[in-house]
């Protein structure tokens, strides 16, 4: 029998809609929410410790969050029953290239992993910095210790949602010191030698899009949310859209200016910018609560990514349908579940790829930042090809327009992460395991609907509790 909401109106239905939308969207929009953490931190670095052009930095990033946001609008009302990029990419250019996005999305959730639990094991610091020389263990060790706690099921999403709810409450508490504080007496170092305010923040911003790294999130998430008809989750999804936008650009504008006005520049080594806020603006409890939230916040994010990540790869492992059909290109075992309905296999593969990239980085968030924002874009980029041609073939020249548009910032940012150099290594990995994958699909004789893997992901999460 169909669990799905009835259509009719009343009290306790709407009650009902609304508390499933509230749990559903902040708990989606965890990972955007946590990347404030470091993202901002990221661009004041990226801009040698210029205040002055910082605040400009992160109005263009949620500038071009907003674009991608309303592109990925268009996204979900396309495929009501979730899929994503990988969805649209399969549609618009055959199920092949689907594996591009997959695997763009594989290297994004152990970058994910990796930068949340460094991020958090920094907030740790910034309260206790007797902790700093044991930063890469005790990074490693929370790696470990999420991991541990998903072998044990999964997190259920009115958790995420609270977290993300607590994080809110005491930035706003924090925002509101920050009103009264004077300002901080910072060096102010201005633009790096040889670059105009122009082009020093074109050169900054795109190290600053880790911001938006999981804004794509209600596109393939609303697959979970099958009590709902299709015209539901395409709300939901839309809904979860605009209050991403609206919660990550108005805390993170709210932090810039505020960093801006008060003067709080780059960090010592054993803090973040946004703690040297807090410190500085608000009471000791509201500093120390301001920590725990945040550690815990980007502890679920990472989490998520450890749910998200293995449900993945047991979506494209070998498998029978209860149909009667074989489906599938990856090994068996990384299908199996334990009795906590936890892809384990999957998890260690994700535990041991995510304490790789923390060492590799020294358990420090400011250095895996500069390979986050790569994998992400790529999988946004090949989305809004997609939606481009969609468009083209149906003849919505708005919505081409708005596509391309959205695709060439996207492919600039993206490029400009790559001119980096070493951020090229995001770009290289998601290409091998794309090119693996695509491998081991004509291996298995090319079936069918691989591209619907990270709907088939979500859906699996919420028949498993999520």
């Known amino acids: 029998m169909s669990s799905r909401i009835p259509s009719q109106s009343g009290p306790g239905l709407l009650r009902s809609r609304s508390a499933l939308l ?26 040698d410790g210029d205040l002055a052009l910082l605040a400009p930095t992160m109005v263009l990033v949620v500038a071009i969050i907003a674009l991608v946001i309303l592109n990925y609008r268009q996204l979900v009302g396309r495929y009501p029953g979730g899929g994503g990029a990988s969805a649209a990419v399969g549609e618009a250019f055959g199920d092949g290239w689907s594996f591009l996005p997959i695997g763009a999305l594989v290297v994004d959730f152990v970058l994910t992993i990796a930068i949340s639990v460094s991020a958090g094991a920094s907030a740790v610091i910034a309260y206790f910095p007797v902790l700093a020389p044991w930063r890469l263990v005790l990074a490693v060790a929370l790696v470990l210790v999420v991991g541990g706690m998903t072998w044990f099921g999964h997190l259920g999403r009115l958790v995420f949602a609270a977290m993300t709810l607590a994080f809110i409450a005491v930035a706003v508490i924090v925002l509101a010191f920050g009103l009264f504080a004077q300002p901080h007496a910072a060096v102010n170092p201005g633009t790096a030698a040889g670059q105009g305010p122009v082009l020093a923040v074109v050169l900054a911003f795109p190290v600053a899009m880790a911001l938006a790294t999981g804004v794509e999130a209600p596109s393939s998430a609303i697959a979970q949310l ?108 990384l299908g199996r ?50 939606m481009a041609l969609f468009s083209h073939r149906d003849g919505r020249r708005g919505h081409l327009v708005l596509n391309a548009a959205g695709a060439l910032v996207v492919a600039f940012t993206l490029a400009a992460n790559l001119a980096r150099g070493l951020p090229a290594i995001s770009l290289g990995a998601a290409g091998l395991i794309a090119a693996g994958l695509f491998g081991a699909w004509v291996k298995a004789g090319r079936p069918r609907g691989t591209r619907n893997a990270e709907a088939e992901a979500e859906e699996g999460l919420a028949e498993d509790g999520l």
């Open 337 to 386: 579940t334990n009795v906590h309905h936890t892809p384990y296999w999957g998890t260690v593969v994700f535990a041991v790829l995510a304490a790789a990239a923390t060492a590799a980085a020294g358990g420090d968030d400011q250095e895996l930042v500069l390979f986050y924002a790569v994998s992400v874009f790529l999988s946004f980029l090949a989305g809004l090809l997609s």
């Open 22 to 47: 509230l749990g559903f969207a902040f708990a989606v929009m965890a990972d955007p929410v946590s990347s404030v953490a470091y993202a901002i931190e990221a661009a004041l670095r990226a801009l």
């Open 226 to 333: 099958g009590q709902l008809d299709n015209a539901g989750r395409v709300g939901f999804g839309r809904v979860t859209l605009w209050l991403t936008l609206a919660v990550v650009g108005a805390i993170t504008l709210g932090l810039t200016f505020e960093a801006v006005r008060l003067g709080v520049g780059v960090p010592p080594a054993e803090s973040t910018q946004i703690a040297e806020l807090a410190r500085l603006v608000a009471p000791a409890p509201v500093f120390a609560a301001f920590q725990l939230v945040t550690a815990l916040l980007l502890l679920a994010a990472a989490s998520s990514s450890f749910q998200a990540g293995p449900g993945l790869l047991k979506a494209l492992a070998r498998h029978t349908t209860a149909r009667g059909e074989n489906v599938g290109i990856l090994a068996v075992p």
